[in-house]
Every structure is written in structure tokens, then in C-alpha cells.
């Protein structure tokens, strides 16, 4: 469970007043990478066009073109900020004031940061306290209140311990959805599994009367999918609900005036689901939600089954919930000589901070838990059979490439975990091995996705 960023904040300070100074400067290294990557991802959607363009050019010099923003090293932020000019783009495109920020020497602060994390030194009082003073400013600078704020999206700043446990009920996930990669593997996996969307929601809305539905999806992030499913003219309104402000930023800025599309910022754990449709109701003076759509979200979520309960209260009385999701479970290949592909999803799913990759199987129960009764279900199988070269390397992409990526993460913040740099030794060497597998013709490789959909009468 995380720290309040206030008690986090306390308890630095306390550990200083009481002469430990090491501890506390990694945690305020911490909190300052932590904070610019943030602050990189939710502002770049802000910036004007040509600084956008400036500060994107210098992400790809630096990661050489395969590294990007969550694989940079420190050192390398510091870089992305200082030679893109990104802290006076924000400036000017937020009119907010760099402050005492501009006096930081990030240089030095980089140098102290990998001696501390590397065990090379000690740090003394004046460090601790200079390092204490950078958090407050950036954190003043940037508006920052909440470390949830910090890290919503992003890998706990202390990582847990390592579990095996990845429960639906309990931590959220440490889901980093504006990463580009990600969000390229997110459409691609949308463009894939349209058909068998549209299929369902003929199925979720067999019965559902003659009139243009009332849609929200739940979890919408850039809008591709809500817009890809929803265009028909058989929905009337749609609000998608999602908790990136960015994301909800990219999905609005293609609307067109008088759009039946809206997209919101709102947590759906924190009451922000009834607000946000009691508003949206309000404003197109409509009475009640005839479909509430959610793909691959509700396993992102500490309770999904509270959040389904309260889908129970805003759906009208012919009101319909449709969910779909994915198991690692699923997913087998032949002939998988080494066994990578069990061996990388038991990885995977040994790895904190990922959400909970055997989803697909809970649906059913989640919606009968939540009350609902009359559940249906569907599913959808993909394979390798037929398919060309590239779609077998997409298929990959979409399903495996990424699963180094947690672990590397982690394995950036935590350098003196030895296991977990074996873990991701294995995990990268077997990924390699495994994308072979795929262009290969003769290899068969499946995977399912799992719908469930439930009538409130
Ligand atoms: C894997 S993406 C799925 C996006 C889209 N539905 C799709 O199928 O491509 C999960 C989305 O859920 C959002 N999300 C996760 N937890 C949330 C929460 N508590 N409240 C609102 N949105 C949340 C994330 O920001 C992210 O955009």
C-alpha cells in the first residue's frame, strides 16, 4: 500500500532531524525521477506542436530509437529536459512558473543519485537537506499534491515485495498507459479483436429496444476502442471515463463540435464513476445509462466488484453491462522446445506491479458477485494458423514483447536486487527465442479473449 506523498514528505523530514541523512536521500532521489517522468508524461500532450515535436525528436536521440522515457536512466531525464527545453515548454504552455526549480543543479543531483543508489557513498547532512529542498520545489513547482498523484499510473516509488499473489481484490496495478509502446500495443490488440467486439455488443444489445443507446465506456483511454465500437448509429451518446488525464486530453482534442463523444478524467474507485454520469446525464439531459462497456480495465482496479455493484445503480432498467478481458492462462504454442512461453508468463506473473494477467477467467463470477444474474458469456480465440510473417510478428508484439518491460523497471529502482537482474536476464533471452519461434510457419501459438455481459432484468 502506498504512503501518503504527506507522510512520505514527514517522515524524510523526521529521518533528517534525526540525523539519518542516506535513507532519506534516496527516497527524495526517488520521489524527484519518479516526479519528472510523471510530469513528462501527463504534460506532453499539453505542449505546443513544434515544442512537442523538439522534445519527442530528443527522446528518440537519446534512446537511440529503442529506448524510451520509462527505460531512461536518470542521467538520461535529465538530458531529455535540459536539451529539449521540455521544463520551458511546460512553462509556457501551462503558464505556470519554473520557480526555484531553474536553481536546481540536476547535474550534481544525478552524480549524487546513482553514488547513493550504487552504495558508493554516504550522504551527508547538506546533501540530505539540499535533496529535501529539490523535492519541495518540484513538487511545489508542479503542482504535485498526492503521491497517488505521482503514481497512479506508474510503479510504486518503493517497490512491494516480490508476490506471486496477484489478487482481483486488493493493490491496483502499476499501469503505465501513455507509455507510446504501449499505446501502439494497445490499438493493435483493439484492431484485432474489433470484429469480436462488435459481435458482442450485437449479442449484449440483442434485446435492448429500438431506440440509439446511451454508452459509457469505462476505462477509455485514448478513445480508439470507444470510438472504433461506438460510431454506429445505434448509440446516440457516449462518455468514456478514464483516470489519465492525458489520455482523456489526446481523446478529446480529435472531436469534432457537437460530437455524440465525450471523455472525462475521473478515478473510477473514488465515487468518480456516479459523478461523472450524474454530469454527463445532466448536460445532454438524458435519464438513464442503457450500456456500460469496459475492455480490458477492470483487473486494473483494487475492487472491480465495487465498481461493478455501482454500475448496477446507474444502468436504466433494460440497462446492460459488457465486459471483456484476457488470460495468460490461455495462451499456448507448439512446439515450445525451451517452454518459453509458460516460463515467460511465469515470470510475468511473479512480477509486481503488473495487473492481473488471469482476468478473462473472473468475469463471470465478478458480475455475479456484483449482484447481476442473468450473465452471459463469449470468447475469442487468435491464432498463428494462416496468418503471414508480420501478423505472426504482431501477434508477438502484442502478447509478449512488452513483458520485459515491468521488470526492467523495477530492476532500475531496485540495482542491488540480484534475482530480479536474473529474472530479466531470462525473461529478454527467452522473449528473443520466442519471436523467432513466431516468424517460423510451422509454430502454432493461441490465445482467447473472454467477454462476459449481464441484463440488469
Ligand atoms: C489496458 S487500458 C485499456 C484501454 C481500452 N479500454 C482498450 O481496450 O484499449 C486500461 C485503462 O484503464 C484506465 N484505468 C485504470 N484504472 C483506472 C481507474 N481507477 N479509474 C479510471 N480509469 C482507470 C487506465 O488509465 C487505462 O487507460
Redesign the pocket.
Known amino acids: 500500500m502506498n504512503q501518503t506523498l504527506e507522510s512520505r514528505i514527514d517522515f524524510i523530514r523526521a529521518q533528517i532531524k534525526s540525523g539519518e541523512y542516506t535513507s532519506p536521500s534516496r527516497e527524495c532521489t526517488v520521489i524527484i525521477e519518479t516526479s519528472f517522468r510523471e510530469l513528462y508524461r501527463r504534460s506532453i500532450g499539453l505542449l505546443t506542436g513544434p515544442d512537442r515535436i523538439k522534445v519527442n525528436q530528443t527522446e528518440i536521440q537519446i534512446g537511440g530509437g529503442t529506448k524510451t522515457l520509462d527505460d531512461f536512466t536518470m542521467g538520461q531525464l535529465v538530458a531529455l529536459y535540459r536539451n529539449s527545453g521540455f521544463l520551458k515548454s511546460w512553462s509556457t504552455a501551462t503558464g505556470n512558473e519554473l520557480r526555484g526549480i531553474t536553481m536546481i543543479n540536476l547535474d550534481e543531483m544525478v552524480r549524487l543519485r546513482n553514488s547513493l543508489h550504487h552504495g558508493l557513498q554516504e550522504a551527508t547532512r547538506n546533501e540530505a537537506e539540499l535533496l529535501f529542498q529539490c523535492v519541495q520545489s518540484i513538487l511545489e513547482t508542479f503542482g504535485i499534491l498526492s503521491l497517488e498523484a505521482v503514481t ?2 506508474a510503479p510504486p516509488l518503493v517497490p512491494p515485495a516480490k508476490s506471486r499473489e496477484k489478487s482481483s481484490v486488493g493493490e ?2 502499476a ?1 503505465l ?2 507509455r507510446a509502446p ?1 499505446v501502439n500495443r ?2 493493435l ?2 484492431r484485432n ?1 474489433e470484429p469480436f467486439d462488435i459481435a458482442l455488443l450485437a449479442a449484449a444489445t440483442k434485446d435492448s429496444g429500438s431506440g440509439p443507446l446511451v454508452v459509457v ?6 478513445g ?3 470510438k472504433s465500437r461506438f460510431a454506429a448509429d445505434t448509440y446516440s451518446h457516449v462518455l468514456g ?4 488525464p492525458q ?1 482523456v486530453h489526446e481523446a478529446n482534442a480529435s472531436l469534432q463540435p457537437g460530437s455524440k463523444f465525450t471523455f472525462v ?6 465515487g ?2 456516479e459523478t461523472a454520469i450524474e454530469t454527463f446525464l445532466a448536460e445532454n439531459n438524458l435519464h438513464s445509462v442503457d450500456l456500460i462497456f ?4 477492470l483487473h ?3 475492487n472491480p466488484i465495487k ?1 461493478l455493484r455501482a454500475c448496477r445503480y446507474v444502468l436504466g432498467d433494460a440497462g446492460v453491462v459488457v465486459l ?1 478481458g484476457s488470460d495468460d492462462g490461455s495462451k499456448i504454442a507448439w512446439p515450445d522446445l525451451e517452454n518459453n512461453v509458460a516460463r515467460i508468463i511465469e515470470l510475468t506473473l511473479g512480477s509486481s506491479g503488473v ?1 492481473d494477467r488471469l482476468n478473462g477467467r473472473k468475469l463471470y463470477t465478478q458480475l455475479y458477485r456484483a449482484g447481476f444474474r442473468s450473465i452471459d458469456t463469449m470468447h475469442d480465440v487468435q491464432d498463428t494458423a494462416g496468418r503471414s510473417p508480420r501478423e505472426r510478428g504482431l501477434m508477438f508484439q502484442d502478447s509478449f514483447a512488452y513483458r520485459a518491460d515491468y521488470m526492467a523497471r523495477r530492476a532500475e529502482n531496485e540495482p542491488g536486487n540480484v534475482q530480479l537482474a536474473r529474472d530479466l536476464a531470462e525473461m529478454r533471452e527467452r522473449l528473443d527465442e520466442l519471436e523467432f519461434d513466431f516468424e517460423a510457419e510451422s509454430f502454432y501459438y493461441s490465445e482467447m479473449a473472454y467477454a462476459a455481459f449481464a441484463r440488469i432484468s
Open positions: 497512479a499510473d491496483a496495478s499501469y498507459p501513455n504501449e494497445l490499438h490488440q483493439a479483436i465506456d469505462l476505462g477509455s483511454a485514448d480508439y476502442v470507444t471515463i478514464d483516470r489519465n489520455m478524467h475521473a478515478d473510477l474507485e473514488d468518480g464513476l469496459s475492455a480490458l480495465t486494473h482496479l483494487a465498481l471483456r495487473s
